[in-house]
């Protein structure tokens, strides 16, 4: 091979490297592309989702109840009492705890009954919220003794209000909820000004208390579930009295036998 064509097949061979590493070059450039748009998507989606769901607890906001009731009033056990002054008898104790999913639907369809029930003067109705899922995985089991804590911090005469919101964002069961920042916030959205109230939530102040009702409940009166209803100390199968009529009547019948 002369001279002359060594050198051009030389610079053939340089200008197909030339090529293949410009191909090289574009195709790194193109990955840095992709990849870079990649995790721009990636993180839209993240803000999107953390801006979502600071703005769903936002949106959480609790508010006065202003349904048909009767004066509240707490028991020296943490119960709350709510009738008309003077009414003793027929007497519902509502057995709750605030994260059972079956206690929220009771009080969807059961519970505005149950407060006009009371207003008219026909019944006594204790509220006795527990800690029935002491023995679930977290965050069931933390949930449930945040939510009852809470509630006992809560003044007698805010108690249908928050009680109502506890239900009203029940966490799911098996995720998250109730923060104690949630717990406080709804207090104050409700006209809690008292300081000692974000105290008593964040320090769980009402532990003993819950321990105490919650004993009174699986031990003395030997709640196996909730909601647990009694009637007059007589417990209902619960099941039968998931509708405004049934306890209507229920509550109805007992008073007549209290008169007689």
Known sequence: MSKAARERSARERLAEERRRQAARDKQRKLLAIVIGAVVAVAAVVVVTVI???????????????????????RQADGSIVMAKAGVTAPTLEVFEDFQCPVCKQFEDST??????????????????????????PDPVKRNSFASANAALCVPADKWLSYHDTLYKYQPEEGTKGFANKELV????????????????????????????????????????????????????????????????KAIEAAGKKTTK
């Not at 801006?51 to 009033?73: E, F, H």
């Not at 006594?124 to 002491?134: A, I, N, Q, T």
């Open 51 to 73: 801006v979502m769901d600071r703005q769903g607890k936002s949106n959480q906001k609790a508010s006065a109840y202003t349904g048909p009731q009767a004066p509240t009033s």
């Open 111 to 136: 519970g505005k009954t149950v407060k006009q029930l009371a207003s008219e003067g026909k019944v006594k109705v204790v509220y006795r919220p527990f800690h029935l899922f002491g023995q679930q």
């Open 185 to 248: 916030n709804w207090g104050k959205d409700i006209g809690i000004t008292d300081p000692g109230f974000d105290k008593c939530v964040n320090d769980q102040q009402k532990k003993d208390q819950v321990n105490s009702m919650t004993s009174y409940a699986l031990d003395t009166k030997k709640v196996t579930g909730t909601p647990t209803l009694f009637l007059n100390d007589q417990k209902l199968d619960t099941k039968d009295y998931d509708s405004g009529d049934a306890i209507t």
